[in-house]
Every structure is written in C-alpha cells, then in structure tokens.
C-alpha cells in the first residue's frame, strides 16, 4: 500500500522520527508490505449494488500479521468505573489498542468515523497514563474509501475535524497515515461526498 499524505498533530510526527526512528522505519515498511489488495467484499448497498470492494476485514487482518510480526501488542488497561455521588460501579471496565511498542501506540482503523476519534480518546488516556509518548492514526484517504463500504470512513475527515478543534483535542502527539492502495494521481481532483448520500446509508443501516 502507499502513503498517500502524513500529518503531524503537536509534533507527533517528529517524534516519532527522532524518539523512535526504528519504529517509525518499521510502520513504514509494514504500509509497504501489504501488496497485491484485492477486492473481495461483493457489496449489497443500494448504491453500489454488486460492485467489489475492498474488504476491510481482510485489510485488518494483513495489517496485523504484519505488526505482529514485528512485536507490536496490544496494550489493555483494565480498572473499575466509580462516579462521584453515584451509587454504582462497573467492573472489568477497561481500555485497549491493538498494537503497542514502546510507548509508541498504533490504530489501524477501516470503520465508521467515530471509531476513528475514538482511537484519539485512547491515544490521550494511554498518554495521561504515563503508557504512551505518541500515537499512530493510520486510515483510508477519500481516494481509498471511495471503493469501499458506505460505512468506512476516510482520513481527510478526520484531519479537517483535528484542525478545526484548534489544538484542544487531543492533547497528545499524534501522527496520522491517509493510506491508499494506489498512488494518488498527480493533477488535482475533486470528489463528492454530501449530505444525501450520507441519509441513503443511514437508512440502509437501519
């Protein structure tokens, strides 16, 4: 697979270039292994009826083989959920993310977005925990996601929403990887994404 653009949020792409240059080298070249995608998924939507996409399942799956691999594991952090004036407390409540090395933490994500911001919540709890120094978002450009379900979706989303928050969220340093199966053309492109488009797949998921 390719990068297709690579974002820094408060420094964490430099940080991850000069704290961790072999980690860095290793995620890099872990995007790059993953050759030959096919598209395996028959889709059922209205919309793309029959059309075959690429399978996020089978995406995840390569991605952690590869990490794994490589001596990336997940890291959980288990406790129990107290509230203040609330009598009543959860237990085995806990928080995960898939791969870790380090203090260096690592999301792949092919699902809907607020799983995506979801990861930068757990990115800022493993780092207000003293378990983590930086955090590693990778995730499909618009390029990629167009050829996928209706309800992966795509970086360039999450970069816009990170830059209108204005540095208030989150608050640790983050890298975050907009891949794609090929190289993005070099001419400038313009693409659709809108409001009906987004109810047609709401009601589809009802």
């Given at each position: 697979?390719?990068?297709?653009?690579?974002?820094?949020?408060?420094?964490?792409?430099?940080?991850?270039?000069?704290?961790?240059?072999?980690?860095?080298?290793?995620?890099?070249?872990?995007?790059?292994?993953?050759?030959?995608?096919?598209?395996?998924?028959?889709?059922?939507?209205?919309?793309?009826?029959?059309?075959?996409?690429?399978?996020?399942?089978?995406?995840?799956?390569?991605?952690?083989?590869?990490?794994?691999?490589?001596?990336?594991?997940?890291?959980?952090?288990?406790?129990?959920?107290?509230?203040?004036?609330?009598?009543?407390?959860?237990?085995?409540?806990?928080?995960?993310?898939?791969?870790?090395?380090?203090?260096?933490?690592?999301?792949?994500?092919?699902?809907?977005?607020?799983?995506?911001?979801?990861?930068?919540?757990?990115?800022?709890?493993?780092?207000?925990?003293?378990?983590?120094?930086?955090?590693?978002?990778?995730?499909?450009?618009?390029?990629?996601?167009?050829?996928?379900?209706?309800?992966?979706?795509?970086?360039?989303?999450?970069?816009?929403?990170?830059?209108?928050l204005k540095r208030h969220f989150p608050s640790v340093p983050v890298k975050v990887i907009l891949i794609g199966v090929e190289p993005l053309p070099t001419e400038h492109l313009v693409a659709e994404e809108g409001l009906k488009k987004s109810i047609a797949q709401q009601k589809e998921d009802v």
């Amino acid at each position: 697979m390719f990068k297709i653009l690579e974002y820094s949020h408060l420094g964490g792409a430099e940080i991850l270039q000069v704290r961790f240059p072999k980690i860095s080298k290793e995620i890099d070249d872990v995007i790059g292994s993953i050759t030959k995608v096919k598209k395996l998924k028959k889709s059922k939507e209205k919309t793309k009826k029959n059309r075959m996409l690429y399978s996020p399942k089978d995406l995840n799956k390569r991605f952690t083989k590869a990490l794994n691999a490589k001596g990336y594991e997940q890291l959980i952090d288990r406790y129990t959920v107290k509230i203040p004036g609330h009598n009543y407390e959860v237990k085995g409540a806990y928080k995960q993310v898939d791969f870790a090395k380090n203090k260096v933490l690592v999301e792949v994500q092919f699902g809907k977005y607020p799983f995506m911001f979801y990861d930068l919540f757990k990115f800022q709890y493993f780092f207000n925990e003293a378990k983590a120094e930086v955090g590693v978002e990778i995730v499909p450009a618009h390029y990629m996601h167009r050829q996928m379900s209706s309800g992966t979706s795509y970086g360039e989303q999450l970069l816009w929403d990170i830059e209108r928050l204005k540095r208030h969220f989150p608050s640790v340093p983050v890298k975050v990887i907009l891949i794609g199966v090929e190289p993005l053309p070099t001419e400038h492109l313009v693409a659709e994404e809108g409001l009906k488009k987004s109810i047609a797949q709401q009601k589809e998921d009802v």
